[in-house]
């Protein structure tokens, strides 16, 4: 465990009958960092941010924040912690302001009411019932209830999913100032570039096992490449040849057709047409990208993260 860790957990478990979502999981979250924890749908992070959050009892295994117990130390680790769903349901008629002094009132510390609309942007919304704001004003209004007692760890449990484009910024900017001041997020997301932008590390959860650890830039690079070469064609196509191909690191089916990961892509596009050319197969389509955390996900686990 390192000295500055906010979370840990070790050989967590979580078993429902025969089914075990969780199998000894380990997991440390550094104090001031943004961490990821991320995984295809049925990968078991949401029972593991539950058990985080002391909703779930583990079957097995042990866990702590600030080196507390929710066994030993509930009353004190709820002030300390904010939490937002993937879906939060408020009381429709209450006004922005009175949702956001209610919250309040549940905390010994914590900023005034003006201060959370003034951080989460909706003074001009104080007097709004609940009922008629947007779906991004909406989940500010989550994410300002969650900041409510100042706490020192967030979770954020898919925050923008369903949201526009600028309101996913604008709640990006509210972790970003988060953590500037010293504050610790927990975050899960099925986009990919909100993980590459806010996250300092991602543990990559599959089957209930955390099976890839490290920052964004060095889960990409683990695949051996930069580019990523996608493409299908009309009749033979070999996998074992494909790695024979100038510059492949790595390649495998996917769909109608295969993926290639090369570190020279300039080398690669064009053995790759002489390859088919050889063996008479005619290309049908074809994309090159800079290799992403969502190519990491499809190497590591044969699926996406929305799967």
């Not at 104090?31 to 009892?57: D, S, V």
């Not at 967030?154 to 949201?163: H, K, M, S």
Request: charge should be negative; charged fraction near 25%.
């Amino acid at each position: 465990m390192a000295p500055d860790s906010v979370i840990v957990c070790r050989n967590l478990t979580k078993r429902y009958g025969d089914v075990e979502a969780v199998r000894g999981l380990d997991l440390d979250v550094h104090r001031g960092e943004c961490f990821g924890l991320l995984g295809p749908n049925g990968a078991g992070k949401t029972t593991t941010i539950e058990i985080l959050e002391g909703l779930l009892a583990p079957t097995s295994g042990d866990v702590t924040l600030f080196g507390c117990t929710w066994a030993g130390d509930e009353t004190r680790l709820r002030e300390r912690i904010g939490i937002t769903l993937q879906e939060t349901r408020l009381t429709d008629k209450l006004t922005v302001e009175e949702t956001l002094r209610l919250f309040r009132s549940f905390y010994p510390r914590g900023p005034t009411t003006p201060e959370l609309l003034k951080k989460v942007q909706l003074e001009e919304k104080r007097s709004a019932r609940y009922e008629s704001l947007s779906g991004g004003q909406k989940q500010r209004v989550a994410v300002a209830c969650a900041l409510a007692g100042a706490p020192d760890l967030l979770f954020l449990d898919e925050p923008t999913t369903g949201l526009d484009p600028q309101s996913r910024r604008s709640l990006w900017d509210l972790v970003i100032d988060f953590k500037a001041g010293g504050g610790t997020v927990l975050l899960t997301t099925h986009y990919m570039d909100e993980a590459e932008k806010l996250c300092d590390r991602i543990g990559v959860v599959d089957h209930g096992k955390l099976i890839a650890l490290d920052t964004p830039r060095a889960l990409i690079r683990s695949l051996g490449g930069e580019e990523i070469v996608d493409f299908a064609a009309d009749g033979p196509v070999d996998i074992d040849a494909l790695m024979a191909v100038a510059g492949v690191v790595a390649a495998r089916r996917e769909a109608d057709g295969f993926v290639l990961t090369t570190s020279t892509l300039h080398e690669t596009l064009p053995a790759l047409f002489a390859h088919l050319e050889r063996t008479g197969a005619c290309l049908r389509r074809l994309s090159t990208h800079r290799a992403t955390l969502e190519d990491v996900f499809v190497h590591l686990t044969g699926k996406s993260l929305r799967e």
